[in-house]
């Protein structure tokens, strides 16, 4: 059974930090790119970050340049996003998806064929 599960979201302040995982099971890992997506309240989901497999490729949405850091442990199968700086406008559900391997990276939704349930984070001002 295909299971990614994220965790570490929370209510912060503006310029915090947080670090989200994601467990995937092994078979959902392997030969990968995974990345991360948010959804905002009313808006369409959006491309965060992602990093190819075994994890020498990273991709950043422009809004997140330079604050958050995409990174993969390949022994534990799972993905991680780190995020400082954080912003009332990072406020969403965050999703962790599984894509196909090239590059460069797709940074499109329809192209991940696996998600986790998400996880909130909300930056307050």
């Known amino acids: 059974q295909v299971q990614l599960v994220e965790s570490g979201g929370g209510l912060v302040q503006n310029g915090d930090s947080l670090r989200l995982s994601c467990v995937a099971s092994?078979?959902?890992?392997?030969?990968?790119?995974m990345a991360w997506f948010r959804q905002a309240p009313g808006k369409e989901r959006e491309f965060v970050a992602a990093?190819?497999?075994?994890?020498?490729?990273?991709y950043y949405a422009d809004s997140v340049k330079g604050r958050f850091t995409i990174s993969r442990d390949n022994a534990k199968n799972t993905v991680y996003l780190q995020m400082n700086s954080l912003k009332s406008e990072d406020t969403a559900v965050y999703y962790c998806a599984r894509g196909p391997n090239r590059l460069p990276v797709s940074t499109k939704e329809g192209e991940y064929d696996y998600w986790g349930r998400g996880t909130q984070v909300t930056v307050s001002s």
């Open positions: 990093i190819s497999w075994p994890g020498r490729g990273t």
């Open positions: 092994a078979r959902t890992f392997s030969a990968n790119t």
